[in-house]
């Protein structure tokens, strides 16, 4: 073989080297492209996902917050026990409040609901109508759940006051309901 020959084959050689390293480095250049856009999808899906992720649980928060304040209002609506002496304090101040005497209290039996124990209670009081109007009003816009069931007023001559009978009733959750 000529020289010249070996030298166009070498040359051809070296050639079809260099082209086939080439290729062999494009395509891995575009494998990692391709390899490198789809880890990107997929760290975006994953991110959205965890924004949405983050969504529900800030909004399940607030709705937490919600809930929490609205069973705060129902234990102090409907305690888990009578709590008989913080209602009779609160019944005191506001008859104190509101120049009401308070003349007899007689709680009754209690009477065992489906998720609830009614408590029923009378109360013997004296004062100026308006007074136990407006003591009856307190009563109604209190947090503690009391239901009036029976009221009688009569009037007093000789000192211009009235005399009020009520039968009302306090609740507290039962045990088979907290559960």
């Not at 004296?126 to 003591?135: A, D």
Request: aromatic fraction near 6%; hydrophobic fraction near 40%; charged fraction near 30%.
């Amino acid at each position: 073989m000529s020289t010249k020959k070996l030298d166009v084959t070498c040359l051809i050689l070296v050639l079809l080297i260099f082209v086939t390293c080439m290729f062999w480095l494009i395509m891995g250049g575009i494998k990692q492209k391709i390899q490198y856009r789809k880890e990107n999808e997929l760290w975006t899906k994953k991110l959205t996902e965890l924004n949405m992720a983050e969504m529900k649980m800030s909004s399940l928060r607030v709705a937490l917050v919600s809930t929490k304040r609205e069973l705060k209002s129902l234990n102090e609506s409907i305690p888990d026990s009578a709590e008989i002496g913080k209602f009779l304090k609160q019944l005191d101040s506001r008859m104190k409040a509101r120049e009401i005497t308070l003349l007899d209290i007689q709680p009754s039996h209690e009477v065992q609901e489906k998720l609830y124990t009614r408590i029923p209670l009378r109360l013997s009081m004296e004062g100026p109508f308006i007074r136990i109007y407006e003591l009856l009003q307190d009563l109604e816009t209190m947090a503690r759940t009391l239901v009036m069931e029976e009221m009688v007023i009569r009037k007093s001559d000789p000192d211009r006051n009235c005399r009020a009978q009520l039968t009302a009733s306090l609740f507290r959750r039962r045990e088979e309901a907290r559960e």
